[in-house]
């Protein structure tokens, strides 16, 4: 158990709709990073916080968001969701040096049909 | 673009037999190389590299950092059918890790 705790595993939601990600780090780690990975693209980076900011975006398209609330948890915002934006989206945690470990959440599961 | 590459990208190797793992990296404010064994969901963390020359080990595994040649290698040895994983290494910049596509390594019995 890596102490990154992702919800939900699994999530099911048709073309067009909403859906939420939630992220809660491990105790004492500021940063949040959001992965997507997909079978043919590998890890994608997406988006990264520390302490509540945003830090560094990678290829997020602009139908997705994120943020990192004052209890550190984050969230991942997923709008007019396509059949393309299925895939394994996985949160990461780290401390607040550039030499901390990160540590991956279990990954939350998103099928859209 | 910051960019990571692992070769091979399968590997089929029998009980007992020793693996190389390669990973090349060009990334900007380059802090350190990680390496994830991923089985059927998360990344498990392996190592971490910050040091040219430095071995890491941990058991039968293995990992060695060149920052002037900007490449790592993960070695297994005496390996195990529970090897049989995608091993990701990751290079880590000021805000994020970019990761190579992986190796697929199988181990039959």
């Known amino acids: 158990d890596s102490g990154v705790t992702q919800t939900p595993k699994h999530l099911i939601t048709a073309t067009g709709q909403r859906v939420t990600l939630r992220c809660s780090p491990r105790?004492?780690?500021?940063?949040v990073y959001w992965y997507q990975q997909s079978l043919d693209q590998g890890l994608q980076f997406l988006i990264q916080y520390y302490n509540g900011e945003e830090r560094a975006k990678g290829n997020i398209l602009e139908r997705f968001s994120a943020q990192q609330f004052p209890d550190l948890h984050s969230e991942l915002n997923l709008s007019s969701l396509e059949l393309g934006d299925s895939a394994l989206y996985f949160c990461?945690?780290?401390?607040?040096?550039?030499?901390?470990?990160?540590?991956f959440g279990e990954g939350s599961w998103l099928t859209v049909v | 673009e910051d960019k990571v590459v692992q070769s091979p990208l399968s590997l089929v190797v029998h009980e007992g037999d020793t693996v190389t793992l390669n990973c090349s990296y060009e990334?900007?404010?380059?802090?350190?190389l990680l390496w994830y064994k991923q089985e059927k969901k998360a990344p498990t963390f392996l190592f971490m590299l910050?040091?040219?020359?430095i071995e890491k080990k941990s058991g039968r595994l293995s990992s060695i950092l060149d920052k002037k040649e900007l490449f790592s290698i993960l070695n297994i040895t005496a390996t195990q059918t529970g090897d049989s994983a995608v091993y990701l290494c990751?290079?880590?910049?000021?805000?994020?890790?970019?990761f190579g596509k992986g190796t697929l390594l199988t181990v039959n019995p």
């Open positions: 990461a945690s780290g401390g607040h040096t550039l030499v901390d470990t990160i540590y």
């Open positions: 105790s004492g780690d500021l940063s």
């Open positions: 990751a290079a880590r910049s000021n805000y994020k890790l970019t």
């Open positions: 990334v900007t404010n380059f802090r350190s």
């Open positions: 910050t040091s040219s020359g």
